[in-house]
């Protein structure tokens, strides 16, 4: 199945011990269903997308899982998308505020 596939792919190793796999399988599968007049693709975006934002928020490491014709996102130009980076990034100012950052990883627009 694409969406068991999809989500015990490698860029998620770091999540399947911090999360439910079977519900986010489920949701999946249920998003696939539904989808009517789209991409298949495209309806499993947010399933996806919330599998990997909710493992960083448990401490996970999501890799990278998106490409250019799968639930691609885009940044301006100076800046890469990233599924998981720090929030906290240095300064001019601040050398060191990454390493002082308790935040959780995020997704997002990065400088590179």
Request: include cysteine; charged fraction near 20%; proline fraction near 5%.
């Amino acid at each position: 199945d694409e969406c068991q596939k999809l989500l015990t792919s490698p860029a998620f190793a770091d999540c399947r011990l911090r999360l439910n796999l079977e519900m986010y399988i489920q949701a999946c599968m249920q998003d696939k269903c539904a989808c009517t007049g789209k991409d298949d693709s495209f309806c499993l975006c947010s399933t996806i997308s919330e599998y990997s934002r909710q493992c960083s928020h448990a401490g996970g490491r999501p890799g990278e899982w998106r490409t250019q014709s799968f639930c691609p996102k885009t940044c301006p130009a100076t800046m890469v998308y990233r599924e998981s980076s720090s929030p906290c990034m240095d300064t001019c100012s601040h050398l060191q505020i990454s390493s002082l950052c308790e935040e959780h990883y995020m997704d997002g627009c990065f400088c590179p």
